[in-house]
């Protein structure tokens, strides 16, 4: 898989054109971008940083490729003589999440720049590059396979709305601020409390584990935990 060679420090095909290619075969992804941005960051190329990241919109359909690889797991955990069952867990539970650590350089880099760039009567470019991470936080806060998936893009889309003060109210087409920020807030802690329920998870019947899981994978790991919590609830 393309992303996962682009993720692989131990390849020596040149990055960047590995990244070329990834955007290409993915335009409507915002993903490669923020890669190549923080490739770019660490070789200290803030500028060509920024390039990348404003290159970025428009692309809202951010996909990390989990579910094909989680179809390539479960079939080499069951060619390696592991039962569906046991294959579909290693599967969906081993899921690499290394594209999260650059995402984290970009975003940064960014909240870094922006009192920088407003100093320098840069604010149009702030506002851009601050839209972009919004935008892509929107795009990952949805419902994912992995629960981290969400909570990153939460707190990207908190952090960037934090950041653009009372402009932030135009980029969400008249929705005041504070109101989508009490939004998040209340997201990642109802998250927070079914994640940490071990307890939805231990006291699953048989039965009720397999369909976590095939929800799990059709409708990502929150909906399937909320649908967990509410097999349990009295009746």
Do not use: C
């Amino acid at each position: 898989m393309l992303l996962a060679a682009v993720l692989s420090p131990a390849l020596s095909e040149d990055h960047a054109a590995l990244l070329a290619r990834l955007k290409v075969s993915d335009p409507d992804n915002p993903l490669p971008s923020w890669l190549a941005a923080a490739q770019q960051i660490a070789a200290g190329n803030s500028g060509a940083a920024f390039a990348e990241l404003l290159g970025a919109e428009g692309r809202n359909a951010f996909d990390n490729h989990q579910l094909a690889l989680v179809d390539e797991r479960r079939a080499m955990y069951e060619a390696a003589g592991f039962d569906p069952l046991r294959a579909e867990i290693e599967a969906l539970f081993g899921l690499p999440i290394n594209y999260l650590a650059p995402l984290q350089v970009a975003n940064k880099a960014v909240i870094d720049a922006l009192h920088e760039l407003r100093s320098r009567g840069e604010s149009d470019l702030a506002q851009d590059l601050t839209v972009t991470a919004l935008n892509l936080g929107r795009s990952m806060s949805g419902e994912r396979i992995l629960l981290i998936d969400q909570i990153f893009g939460l707190s990207l889309e908190k952090s960037a709305l934090s950041s653009m003060g009372e402009s932030a109210g135009e980029i969400l087409g008249g929705a005041a601020n504070a109101s989508r920020l009490a939004e998040i807030d209340q997201r990642k802690k109802e998250i927070r409390e079914v994640a940490n329920d071990n307890s939805l998870l231990e006291s699953a019947s048989h039965e009720q584990f397999v369909e976590y899981l095939r929800r799990m994978r059709a409708d990502g790991e929150m909906s399937a935990l909320r649908w967990l919590a509410a097999e349990r609830a009295p009746r």
